[in-house]
């Protein structure tokens, strides 16, 4: 494994983030009175979504930084939909890479931890194959991001997907991290729980996540996580659309057992139908295994 950048986490123990601004923000609702609602909520932060496209102005992403930091928030980035660096045509190829690259100079202006992003889908390939294209690719990002002298402030984060087309099993996610110092994994449970039709998800299942990536990556991985929550609707091609906690059949329970008995330490994004909501759960039940 290559040696991991350590990238400046400003803040110990497990945050809860919504997956962009909570529901209940006033309107009209922007990201400063977002910012104010995960407070009144007493949740920890924002992932925020560039996932139709990055088209915040720097201004703007500057000034949304320095509020958050203000206010103690913690946010993440989630990078575009449109990503695919299996893709076969060159032109969607070079604009999936542009799609990441945009997206870690905003997060950078925001002062964001970690970009999650979707990789590739395998289009008929085998796995190997998608390996080989994705790694070219961050490889490619990697060396453009130093031609511009980038901060590397932000870890690049793959996730792990909901439909079995789609490149991004856990075994894949942490191999593709194991090249690269600025790549850690962005575990999304509910998405591994969809793409294997109901697996991972007994508590045995879901506290071996944990173990392999501690195996395969490290202790510093652990302490490093980012990680995607919801309840989840699948059918035999796997993830259907996000649903709560209560509407769904996953045990998010055992990952909250799971990262305390692990000593994690990250970011967990709420991506339920009601981000706050679920978002509440997770951390009062967190907390509650802390007494
Ligand atoms: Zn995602």
């Given at each position: 494994?290559?040696?991991?950048?350590?990238?400046?986490?400003?803040?110990?123990?497990?945050?809860?983030?919504?997956?962009?601004?909570?529901?209940?923000?006033?309107?009209?609702?922007?990201?400063?009175?977002?910012?104010?609602?995960?407070?009144?909520?007493s949740?920890?932060?924002?992932?925020?979504?560039f996932?139709?496209?990055?088209?915040?102005?720097?201004?703007?992403?500057?000034?949304?930084?320095?509020?958050?930091?203000?206010?103690?928030?913690?946010?993440?980035?989630?990078?575009?939909?449109?990503?695919?660096?299996?893709?076969?045509?060159?032109?969607?190829?070079?604009?999936?890479?542009?799609?990441?690259?945009?997206?870690l100079?905003?997060?950078?202006?925001?002062?964001?931890w970690?970009?999650?992003?979707?990789p590739?889908?395998?289009?008929?390939?085998?796995?190997?194959?998608v390996?080989?294209?994705?790694?070219?690719?961050?490889?490619?990002?990697?060396?453009?991001?130093?031609?511009?002298?980038f901060?590397?402030?932000?870890?690049?984060?793959?996730?792990?997907?909901?439909?079995?087309?789609?490149?991004?099993?856990?075994?894949?996610?942490?191999?593709?991290?194991?090249?690269?110092?600025?790549?850690?994994?962005?575990?999304?449970?509910?998405?591994?729980?969809?793409?294997?039709?109901?697996?991972?998800?007994?508590?045995?299942?879901?506290?071996?996540?944990?173990?392999?990536?501690?195996?395969?990556?490290?202790?510093?991985?652990?302490k490093?996580?980012?990680?995607h929550?919801?309840?989840?609707?699948?059918?035999?091609?796997?993830?259907?659309?996000?649903?709560?906690?209560?509407?769904s059949?996953?045990?998010?329970?055992?990952?909250?057992?799971?990262?305390?008995y692990?000593?994690?330490?990250?970011?967990?994004?709420?991506?339920?139908?009601?981000?706050?909501?679920?978002?509440?759960?997770?951390?009062?039940?967190?907390?509650?295994?802390?007494e």
């Amino acid at each position: 494994m290559s040696q991991k950048m350590s990238i400046p986490k400003s803040f110990s123990g497990l945050k809860v983030l919504t997956a962009g601004i909570p529901l209940s923000t006033p309107q009209p609702q922007t990201m400063m009175k977002g910012i104010d609602r995960v407070l009144e909520l007493s949740l920890d932060g924002i992932e925020v979504e560039f996932v139709h496209g990055v088209r915040t102005k720097d201004e703007e992403l500057l000034r949304f930084g320095k509020y958050g930091k203000e206010k103690g928030i913690v946010f993440t980035a989630h990078a575009p939909y449109y990503i695919n660096l299996n893709a076969k045509e060159k032109e969607k190829y070079e604009k999936s890479k542009e799609h990441i690259i945009k997206s870690l100079l905003a997060a950078e202006k925001i002062g964001a931890w970690s970009v999650v992003f979707h990789p590739a889908f395998y289009l008929g390939d085998d796995s190997k194959r998608v390996m080989e294209r994705v790694i070219k690719a961050i490889e490619e990002i990697n060396s453009y991001l130093e031609s511009i002298s980038f901060s590397f402030s932000v870890w690049l984060r793959p996730e792990t997907m909901g439909k079995p087309t789609q490149f991004g099993s856990l075994e894949e996610i942490v191999e593709v991290s194991k090249h690269f110092p600025n790549v850690l994994p962005c575990i999304d449970f509910a998405h591994l729980y969809a793409r294997s039709i109901g697996g991972y998800n007994t508590e045995k299942e879901i506290f071996g996540i944990f173990e392999y990536i501690g195996n395969e990556l490290g202790e510093f991985a652990l302490k490093n996580m980012h990680m995607h929550i919801s309840g989840m609707e699948y059918g035999s091609k796997g993830e259907k659309y996000h649903v709560t906690f209560e509407e769904s059949q996953f045990h998010y329970e055992y990952v909250i057992k799971a990262i305390k008995y692990f000593g994690v330490e990250g970011v967990i994004v709420s991506e339920s139908s009601n981000v706050e909501y679920d978002g509440i759960i997770i951390k009062n039940y967190y907390t509650k295994l802390g007494e």
